[in-house]
C-alpha cells in the first residue's frame, strides 16, 4: 500500500523486452535507500517489485497485463517518473490509500497557470465515472490528489508548487496517457452492495 506522496521523480535508464514481458532498469536515489529486494516502489502509480538494488538504480519486471491497463508500456529511456516506496508502520499517511493497481488509463487534457498553482484537467473512461466523486479522492500517475471539479468526462485538480516540483505533471503534453486509480472503499462499497 502507498500513499500516493511521491517521494522522488525518478528517470528510465532502461526497457529490455522479454517476450511479452519486460524489464525496466529506473535510476532512482531516495528510494532505493532502505529498500531489500523484493519489497514494493509505485511507478508511476504502478505497484512493482524492486529487484537488483543498487545505489541509484533499482530494475522491476513487468508483465504483459500491467504493459497493456497500464501507461508504463508506452516508457523510454528517459522518461521521468514519479516513485514512492511502500507504507510502513510509521509512515504518515499524508495522501489516501494507494494501492498501486491501476484502474483506467486516462489522458491528460490540459493546464491553467495561477501563477502559484495549477489547474489540471484529465480525461477518463465511462467505466470508473462512478467512483469518482467531487472533493474525493484520486490517484493520478501514483500521486494522490483532489477532485476539485468533476464533469462527465474529465475531472480537474488544483495542484500546489511542491507536488508541480517534485512529480512528473509539469512533463505532460495534452493527450498524453495517465495511470488512474480510485479510492479503493467506492469499490469495496460497491461489492457489498451487490449481495445484499
Given at each position: 500500500?502507498?500513499?500516493?506522496?511521491?517521494?522522488?521523480?525518478?528517470?528510465?535508464?532502461?526497457?529490455?523486452?522479454?517476450g511479452e514481458n519486460a524489464r525496466i532498469v529506473i535510476d532512482a536515489r531516495i528510494v532505493t535507500e532502505g529498500t531489500n529486494h523484493g519489497d514494493s516502489i509505485a511507478v508511476n502509480g504502478v505497484c512493482l517489485t524492486a529487484l537488483d538494488i543498487h545505489d541509484g538504480s533499482f530494475a522491476a519486471d513487468v508483465s504483459r497485463e500491467t504493459l497493456q491497463r497500464s501507461t508504463l508500456g508506452s516508457l523510454k529511456p528517459g522518461t521521468r517518473v514519479n516513485l514512492e516506496r511502500a507504507?510502513?508502520?510509521?509512515?504518515?499517511?499524508?495522501?489516501?490509500?494507494?494501492?498501486?493497481?491501476?484502474?483506467?488509463?486516462?489522458?491528460?487534457?490540459?493546464v491553467e497557470d495561477h501563477g502559484?498553482?495549477?489547474?489540471?484537467?484529465?480525461?477518463?473512461?465511462?467505466?470508473?465515472a462512478r467512483y469518482l466523486v467531487f472533493k474525493g479522492s484520486?490517484?493520478?500517475?501514483?500521486?494522490?490528489?483532489?477532485?476539485?471539479?468533476?464533469?462527465?468526462?474529465?475531472?480537474?485538480?488544483?495542484?500546489?508548487?511542491?507536488?508541480?516540483?517534485?512529480?512528473?505533471?509539469?512533463?505532460?503534453?495534452?493527450?498524453?496517457?495517465?495511470?488512474?486509480e480510485v479510492d479503493v472503499i467506492g469499490?469495496?462499497?460497491?461489492?457489498?452492495?451487490a449481495f445484499r
Open positions: 500500500m502507498f500513499t500516493g506522496i511521491i517521494e522522488e521523480l525518478g528517470s528510465v535508464r532502461s526497457i529490455e523486452e522479454r507504507v510502513t508502520p510509521q509512515t504518515r499517511l499524508g495522501g489516501h490509500m494507494v494501492q498501486g493497481h491501476v484502474d483506467a488509463r486516462g489522458a491528460f487534457v490540459s502559484e498553482s495549477w489547474t489540471v484537467r484529465f480525461a477518463f473512461p465511462p467505466d470508473i484520486v490517484a493520478v500517475e501514483g500521486i494522490s490528489l483532489t477532485v476539485a471539479n468533476l464533469a462527465e468526462d474529465y475531472f480537474e485538480v488544483a495542484i500546489i508548487p511542491k507536488t508541480w516540483e517534485v512529480t512528473n505533471l509539469s512533463q505532460l503534453k495534452p493527450g498524453d496517457g495517465v495511470n488512474l469499490k469495496y462499497v460497491e461489492r457489498l452492495l
